[in-house]
């Protein structure tokens, strides 16, 4: 459990609207991304190199990049799949989290899928990631199932899904 931040901390800035830039992935942006999934997820949760570099290969993936002052914030990816889409990761650097850089991407990627006629989106969280399903359920994604030990065998984790309008 995490304890409770003194309220006058000075380095602490208040939640506000994202000042991140979006841009396309390049794959100058590979290893940049890769350490961040290492830094956002557990070892054996957070995607090999090879893992990685195959998703973003995929004919239809959407990768989008969150950038503060030239710095790699944060990554999406998502795979569309016909009129449907897969959310595969989402990273926001630790120092940048709760700023509004997640919800920046995911509305962005959201809009680009329904540009794409895509109507369901799909996902899947950890149930013992809290924040996590809380970012998600805020976003309007509802848990449509239990995945036991999708996670390394032994995490259970939710199966969550939204329909864009």
């Given at each position: 459990?995490?304890?409770?931040?003194p309220?006058?901390?000075?380095?602490?800035?208040?939640?506000?609207?994202?000042?991140?830039?979006?841009?396309?992935?390049?794959p100058?942006?590979?290893?940049?991304?890769?350490e961040?999934?290492?830094?956002?997820y557990?070892?054996?949760?957070?995607?090999?190199?090879?893992?990685l570099r195959?998703?973003?290969a995929?004919?239809?993936?959407?990768?989008?990049?969150?950038e503060?002052?030239?710095?790699?914030?944060?990554?999406?990816?998502?795979?569309?799949q016909?009129r449907a889409?897969?959310?595969?990761?989402?990273d926001?650097?630790?120092?940048?989290?709760?700023r509004?850089i997640?919800?920046?991407?995911?509305?962005?990627?959201?809009?680009?899928?329904a540009?794409?006629?895509?109507?369901?989106?799909?996902l899947?969280?950890a149930?013992?990631?809290?924040a996590g399903a809380?970012?998600?359920?805020?976003h309007?994604?509802?848990?449509?199932?239990?995945?036991?030990g999708y996670y390394?065998?032994?995490?259970?984790?939710?199966?969550?899904?939204k329909?864009?309008?």
């Amino acid at each position: 459990m995490m304890e409770p931040m003194p309220a006058n901390r000075a380095s602490q800035q208040p939640p506000g609207p994202s000042a991140a830039t979006l841009r396309e992935y390049t794959p100058a942006d590979f290893n940049a991304l890769y350490e961040l999934d290492r830094i956002c997820y557990p070892r054996g949760i957070a995607y090999s190199k090879r893992t990685l570099r195959w998703f973003l290969a995929q004919r239809d993936a959407i990768c989008l990049i969150a950038e503060i002052g030239g710095k790699i914030a944060g990554f999406i990816l998502a795979e569309q799949q016909g009129r449907a889409a897969h959310i595969i990761t989402i990273d926001v650097a630790p120092d940048e989290r709760r700023r509004g850089i997640g919800t920046t991407m995911m509305l962005e990627v959201e809009r680009r899928l329904a540009a794409l006629s895509v109507r369901d989106i799909y996902l899947e969280t950890a149930t013992n990631n809290a924040a996590g399903a809380a970012f998600w359920q805020r976003h309007g994604f509802r848990t449509v199932g239990l995945m036991p030990g999708y996670y390394l065998g032994r995490q259970d984790a939710y199966a969550m899904a939204k329909r864009l309008p």
